[in-house]
């Protein structure tokens, strides 16, 4: 299934019934009186959201989306059917926003959360709404008013606690697929991962967390190098951040400078994301050793700015149960602290 977070459609609510002239005309009743109908009401637009989807696939090609038509009044006060509504489907964590104006409509975070986007055209009264003592036999109904159109962007930012932000082939996968059950696609080259992938950690008995690993980013990822700048809005809504350094790197490039890298382009993206709460996990320290010079550098380097750090081996395990109780002594810290 292809990962598709971002589309834009054309909606439009239905019309609403027109109003019916109609007279009451049975054997031995002379003059019974208009008896039109109301005109039923238009469609809505809605927005559904549901946990049983996970992307924005089912609008590739559904571009054009309409609700139906309130149908018209009739005679002997009959009224014209409600036209159905038209439902938009999306995965929890969609945004809607209105193309034109930038106006967010929906923010749809939790399951079965259900917002009118464009309410249908109401119906129109028929004939017998107008009858008066001076006017008995009223020959004209309300028409329905007409719907609406509107052209949306729908946007899934993936509803997470803690994401894994770092450069490609830092292990975040192996990382996550360490951490939980999700078994995402895991190999010896860059950019392995080309969507973001979520898995669930038990924290205790009664609690567990989500994790997000999203593709690398690379520098000057803001000039659209790479994959991972498109998807950090998947890690818009964590609460915590585990940034992924490769202690394999230390013999081609400072490992410290990949860390500045990866906050500089978090800044240039989104500055409240640059400050989410957040840690430093040194990964792959079974091909360095956690002694490496340039690993000492960057946790030096990290302490001075009271900033937690800690050495990992993803692929062996090592540190992983130190990790796990890292994640969760800053997890209740940040409860505690109403900061989530």
């Avoid at 990992?312 to 395990?317: D, H, N, R, Y």
Wanted: charged share 25%.
């Amino acid at each position: 299934m292809f990962f598709l977070d971002e589309a834009v459609v054309t909606v439009r609510s239905g019309n609403g019934g027109s109003g019916c002239v109609s007279f009451r005309r049975e054997k031995f009743i002379s003059k019974g009186g208009p008896d039109g109908g109301d005109g039923g009401n238009g469609g809505s637009v809605i927005a559904r959201s549901t946990r049983k989807l996970f992307t924005l696939e089912d609008y590739r090609s559904k571009r054009h989306l309409s609700a139906r038509n309130g149908g018209p009044g009739m005679g002997k006060n009959k009224s014209g059917a409600n036209g159905a509504d038209c439902i938009l489907k999306t995965p929890v964590g969609t945004l809607i926003e209105e193309v034109e104006s930038g106006r967010v409509l929906a923010d749809l975070i939790l399951d079965d959360q259900e917002i009118v986007l464009i309410p249908g055209g109401t119906g129109g009264k028929g004939n017998q709404h107008f009858a008066t003592s001076t006017n008995r036999a009223p020959r004209f109904a309300q028409p329905g008013l007409p719907g609406k159109t509107l052209k949306l962007k729908l946007t899934l930012k993936l509803l997470a606690d803690v994401g894994l932000v770092g450069l490609p082939n830092a292990g975040k996968s192996t990382l996550l697929s360490r951490l939980t059950q999700a078994r995402p696609k895991i190999g010896g080259y860059p950019f392995t991962t080309l969507v973001p992938n979520l898995g669930v950690m038990p924290l205790d008995e009664a609690q567990t967390l989500v994790i997000a690993d999203i593709p690398g980013l690379v520098e000057g990822a803001r000039l659209g190098r790479g994959l991972g700048h498109r998807f950090l809005r998947h890690i818009e809504r964590t609460r915590l951040l585990l940034h992924l350094v490769d202690a394999g790197r230390s013999s081609e490039k400072n490992i410290l400078s990949d860390f500045l890298m990866l906050r500089e382009e978090m800044s240039a993206y989104s500055p409240a994301l640059a400050h989410k709460p957040y840690f430093v996990v040194i990964n792959k320290i079974d091909l360095s050793g956690p002694e490496n010079k340039e690993i000492r550098a960057l946790r030096r380097a990290l302490d001075r700015i009271h900033i937690e750090s800690m050495c990992t081996s993803a692929l062996t395990g090592e540190g992983l149960d130190e990790l796990v109780q890292l994640m969760t002594e800053n997890w209740k810290e940040l409860t505690q602290s109403r900061k989530i």
